[in-house]
């Protein structure tokens, strides 16, 4: 069975990691279950093992942290849900490709609850929706903006950290990193498409989706 955790309230994220790396000593011992844990963060920036220093353009606006995951700079803070996956990847098929697109794919019927289509596009981290409410871009394409996130680490096939999905952030928190590395696509939420979603709709969907793309 997985064991899912809801914090309220916001967690730091030293205590978030500290925590995860519990979880995932006590998975390996056998004493604990794996953990879907779902919570918000303070405003923060998180750079993961791929992050470059040209991608902090604004150091000094929120604490940054070394997260030790993969991917690049990431942006944490109230209004987005954050989910930590403390899964055996061992045990459901030790295929790192295959459990990101799990996660990928949670991401999207989870969106497609709230009739938001998700999309992944290759060279890019994380699920995006189009934009053809705003202005095309210099090319001519419609825009393309970013509304969740994944970075995973694993060890000894255990995950942890995960994803993060824009509810209702405050979206000019993004302004202080370059998200992932990608400067030419901007940052959205359900909110800002116009969908009155709350913390607690999407922490229901993603509960309801689990089961369906992580079978036990």
């Known amino acids: 069975m997985v064991e899912w955790k809801i914090s309220p309230g916001l967690t730091e994220y030293q ?3 500290a925590v995860m790396e519990d979880r995932v000593a006590a998975i390996l011992r056998g ?10 963060h303070p405003p923060l920036y998180t750079a993961g093992t791929s992050a470059r220093p040209e991608d902090l353009t604004d150091p000094d606006r929120f604490p940054v942290f070394e997260a030790r995951r993969g991917g690049q700079y990431t942006y944490h803070g109230p209004g987005q849900r954050v989910v930590y996956v403390m899964l055996d ?5 030790r295929d ?16 497609d609850e709230f009739n938001i289509r998700g999309e992944l596009r290759p060279g890019r981290v994380g699920v995006w929706v189009q934009r053809p409410d705003k202005p095309l871009t210099a090319a001519g394409a419609v825009p ?10 694993l060890r000894k096939w255990i995950s942890f950290h995960g994803i993060s999905i824009n509810v209702e952030p405050d979206l000019d928190h ?20 116009g969908l009155p979603v709350t913390m607690e709709d999407v922490d229901v969907a993603l509960r309801r989706q689990f089961d369906t793309i992580f079978p036990s």
């Open 144 to 153: 393309e903006e970013k509304i969740a996130a994944i970075g995973i680490r």
């Open 31 to 40: 004493d604990a279950p794996e953990l879907v844990w779902l919570l918000e």
């Open 15 to 17: 205590t978030a990691l």
């Open 89 to 93: 990847v061992g045990r459901r098929g």
């Open 174 to 193: 993004f302004s202080g990193i370059v998200p992932c590395g990608i400067a030419e696509h901007g940052v959205t939420s359900l909110v800002d498409l």
């Open 96 to 111: 790192v490709r295959a459990f990101v697109s799990q996660l990928e794919a949670w991401v999207i019927a989870v969106l």
